[in-house]
């Protein structure tokens, strides 16, 4: 059986839990604390959905601004994109119309459709809230992006965020098979 490789992008600002979002999903385990990823890092997934084997390749990208630049190189040949934010924390909601005016403008420079969703983290701290879920939801629907919101700690809804990109990306891109 063939195996299909996705490459799966996560952005977002600095501290957002993008490291423990993908730590959780792999490892199913949380780690209160991680070093700051600088740059990039890479990870992968082997996985099967709807009877597909498939290789998700999860880039993690650095959330400071510094790194910015690399967006691009980072969007090169991706079928899907998570941005991730804080929804304890306005600003790093506030800076995904940041996020995605580079990613658009990175996207439509490469000629690519990239699958993508809006993410809102740390759904374990929602008595201390500071977007309403209506709002992250308008946004995301506006953007014609899927939301959903997930706690790392926890592990409320990770696998879903997951499977939910997986299927779009199966179901918006041509596959890159593993011969």
Known sequence: MNEYRYKLCIFGDGGVGKTTLIQRYLEGMFKATFRQTVGMDFYLKKLEIDGKKIALQVWDFG??????FLLPGAVSGANGCIFLYDITRYLTFKNLDNWLQVFNESINELSQKVS????????????T??????????????NGFQYI???SKSGENVENVFLTIARLMMKNTTYLKDQ
């Not at 959330?63 to 910015?68: L, S």
């Not at 809006?118 to 701290?125: A, T």
């Not at 309403?132 to 995301?140: E, L, P």
């Open 149 to 151: 919101e997930c706690s």
């Open 116 to 127: 993508t969703m809006i993410v809102g983290s740390k759904l374990d701290l929602a008595e």
């Open 129 to 142: 809230r500071a977007i309403a879920q209506v709002d992250a939801k308008n946004f995301s629907k506006a």
């Open 63 to 68: 959330g400071e601004e510094k790194f910015r």
